[in-house]
């Protein structure tokens, strides 16, 4: 079977033949930039389809059917509309940082992606802090968010952003004491050896409750990191229009629509490769023919599965949820998920130490 690692192992190998090296360095990182990008693209175009076909089946409706067969091309009629429009600076707005805003949301969203492990073989960094850094880079978004709330000389747009930053600073160490369970345990922040080492079960199955709480602490995080419904505070429509990005239009409020999408596939990605085993296959133990089967499966094909499953389930939380109040939502995170987080990771340790896993 033809290895996604084989592929780019060929496309190397003809660039150095080809090219100087310098030269064949240049086109390589070309290549994985549009590869990633066009990848990135997909995985959004389907996820507004998928988002929208969901919200449909959930408040018993079809959803978008008019445009393409079965509505599937209501994505491109958005993106056209988007780019149709004229995108409007207000007058008394910071023109500088109200451009910027838009952008460094965005980039820090693919920044982010850099160390993950796709397929065996398959990554654009292999750092030894690839988790560390991925956290680490995706929480800088909050900058452009807040950023974009005071350049806008609104005060929907300030309070949204505001809301935002107090909501994302806080969720983000309930996310990361969840992500330490599975670090503990496997002594490494390298995507590539937390993959690694749930070649023989993921970690949801054989680290027993402490990461079973784990994840389900870091899919409550990971979703208030998004400022998706029912932690959407920060645009909260019925009391600040749109927060942060009401005064954005045309492609530039677009930016704010796909990064918003792009950091769910990130929080997915995490959550697929710490706790789901990412590209590793499912395997039950003493199933020999069942488990080779599984092993036919290429490891993107796994990623991927596992990736739409959160994604899914983020999606399921918002249209079934109903929106939390400010209050609410910082009291889940300090009164509750906090404290358990912090004991959750403590009996982790004591598991680890005392050999409890399988």
Not at 48 to 60: D, I, N, P, S, T
Not at 242 to 249: M, N
Not at 320 to 342: A, V
Request: aromatic share 14%.
């Amino acid at each position: 079977m033809i290895k996604l690692s084989d592929i780019i192992e060929w496309v190397n190998n003809l660039l150095t033949s080809l090219l100087s090296p310098g030269l064949a360095w240049f086109a390589g990182l070309v290549l994985v930039a549009i590869a990633v990008l066009v990848g990135v693209l997909v995985i959004v175009i389907t996820q507004v389809y998928m988002e929208r076909k969901v919200a449909g089946f959930m408040q018993l409706r079809l959803g978008p059917h008019r445009v393409g067969p079965w509505g599937s091309l209501q994505v491109f009629a958005d993106v056209i509309k988007l780019l149709l429009k004229e995108a409007f600076t207000p007058t008394r707005a910071d023109g500088l940082l109200f451009c910027i805003a838009p952008y460094l949301v965005l980039t820090v969203a693919l920044m982010a992606l850099a160390p993950v492990s796709f397929a065996p073989g398959v990554q654009m960094w292999d750092s030894n802090i690839g988790l560390l850094y991925t956290t680490a880079v995706s929480s800088l978004g909050v900058i452009g968010i807040l950023m974009a709330g005071w350049a806008s000389n609104n005060k929907y747009s300030l309070l949204g952003a505001m809301r935002s930053g107090a909501q994302i600073v806080s969720y983000e160490l309930s996310a990361a004491l969840a992500l330490l369970s599975v670090v503990l345990m496997t002594g490494s922040l390298n995507f590539n050896d937390i993959v690694a080492s749930q070649a023989d079960g993921w970690w949801i199955f054989k680290g027993h409750l402490p990461v079973i709480f784990a994840f389900v602490v870091y899919t409550i995080a990971g979703t208030a990191e998004l400022n998706r419904a029912p932690f959407d505070l920060a645009e909260a429509e019925q009391e600040l229009t749109a927060g942060y990005h009401t005064e954005y239009s045309g492609m530039q409020f677009g930016m704010f629509y796909l990064t918003e999408y792009i950091n769910m596939i990130v929080v997915s990605i995490i959550a697929s490769s710490v706790f789901l085993g990412g590209w590793q296959p499912f395997h039950i133990y003493g199933f020999t023919a069942f488990n080779h089967v599984m092993d036919y499966i290429p490891g993107i094909v796994w990623l991927l599965g596992k990736v739409y499953f959160m994604i899914f389930l983020i999606m399921w939380f918002r249209w079934t949820f109903p929106r939390l109040r400010i209050d609410q939502l910082l009291k889940l995170e300090w009164k509750y998920l906090l404290p358990l987080s912090i004991i959750n990771l403590v009996i982790a340790a004591l598991f680890e130490v005392m050999g409890w896993h399988f």
